[in-house]
């Protein structure tokens, strides 16, 4: 199994992968260095991967490396989450998410119902990425992360709290407030989860992106070395 690392250094997080003869999978253009006898495949997208880029603004390409050394990736004010998917789990990521994962996670799609995405304000049409298999991965993340488990209930958030989830958990958006009430009750349409299931959950942003997207406008993508 690949060993997942996060390093802080001077207010910026970064991954380091350590692979000893086994395969990971990163975002397109997130590799910063490598050392030892490790080597990049970039392999061509299929179909659903073509669907996938058009519609959730992410690439088509997620390249693989293989061998036995060290790697790691761009650093970034933002933050990142290592997450172990089992088995039997299907966890659904929010677009723009999905950092890296070993081999043997297995990327597929899905796709939200249109008018909850709609409302929410998700577009017509919301395609995300999807991890099934077993086996780790890195999820970028404004913020600490926590996991929220379901059981038969209902989590409802303002705002993009929620950066992914597993299948059991049905995604709608819902008003505040009965109309008219919820025009006087300050808050926006909310984003809804239920059912049973996890949720990867993050409250509170990381001061350093927070101080910088206040600053200047402009949201953190990936790194500022890009």
Same mark, same amino acid.
């Given at each position: 199994?690949?060993?997942?690392?996060?390093?802080?250094?001077? =207010?910026?997080?970064?991954?380091?992968?350590?692979?000893?003869?086994?395969?990971?999978?990163?975002?397109?253009?997130?590799?910063?260095?490598?050392?030892?006898?490790?080597?990049?495949?970039?392999?061509?997208?299929?179909?659903?991967?073509?669907?996938?880029?058009?519609?959730?603004?992410?690439? %088509?390409?997620?390249?693989?490396?293989?061998?036995? =050394? +060290?790697?790691?990736?761009?650093?970034?004010? +933002?933050?990142?989450?290592?997450?172990?998917? $089992?088995?039997? *789990?299907?966890?659904?990521? !929010?677009?723009?998410?999905?950092? $890296?994962?070993?081999?043997?996670?297995?990327?597929?799609?899905?796709? !939200?119902?249109?008018?909850?995405?709609?409302? $929410?304000?998700?577009?017509?049409?919301?395609?995300?990425?999807?991890?099934?298999? *077993?086996?780790?991965?890195?999820?970028?993340?404004?913020?600490?992360?926590?996991? $929220?488990?379901?059981?038969?209930?209902?989590?409802?958030?303002?705002?993009?709290?929620?950066?992914?989830?597993?299948?059991?958990?049905?995604?709608?958006?819902?008003?505040?407030?009965?109309?008219?009430?919820?025009?006087?009750?300050?808050?926006?349409?909310?984003?809804?989860? %239920?059912?049973?299931?996890?949720?990867?959950?993050?409250?509170?942003?990381?001061?350093?992106?927070?101080?910088?997207?206040?600053?200047?406008?402009? %949201?953190?993508?990936?790194?500022?070395? *890009?």
């Amino acid at each position: 199994m690949a060993e997942f690392l996060i390093r802080d250094i001077e =207010g910026m997080r970064q991954v380091q992968v350590e692979l000893r003869d086994e395969t990971v999978r990163t975002r397109y253009g997130a590799l910063s260095n490598i050392r030892g006898n490790i080597e990049m495949k970039p392999c061509l997208p299929n179909p659903m991967d073509m669907v996938r880029a058009i519609f959730n603004n992410e690439t %088509s390409i997620r390249p693989y490396f293989y061998g036995t =050394g +060290s790697m790691r990736l761009h650093p970034s004010l +933002s933050g990142y989450h290592i997450l172990d998917v $089992a088995s039997d *789990e299907r966890w659904i990521l !929010e677009p723009g998410v999905y950092w $890296a994962c070993e081999g043997s996670v297995e990327l597929g799609l899905h796709k !939200e119902r249109f008018w909850p995405s709609f409302r $929410a304000g998700d577009g017509l049409f919301a395609w995300k990425t999807t991890l099934a298999g *077993e086996g780790r991965v890195v999820i970028r993340a404004p913020g600490p992360v926590e996991i $929220a488990e379901l059981s038969d209930a209902e989590l409802k958030v303002q705002g993009r709290l929620v950066l992914g989830r597993t299948d059991g958990l049905r995604f709608s958006s819902r008003l505040p407030a009965p109309f008219p009430r919820n025009l006087i009750s300050g808050q926006n349409r909310l984003r809804v989860f %239920s059912g049973t299931g996890k949720a990867l959950v993050c409250w509170t942003p990381y001061w350093n992106e927070h101080m910088y997207t206040r600053m200047t406008g402009e %949201s953190i993508d990936a790194s500022l070395f *890009e």
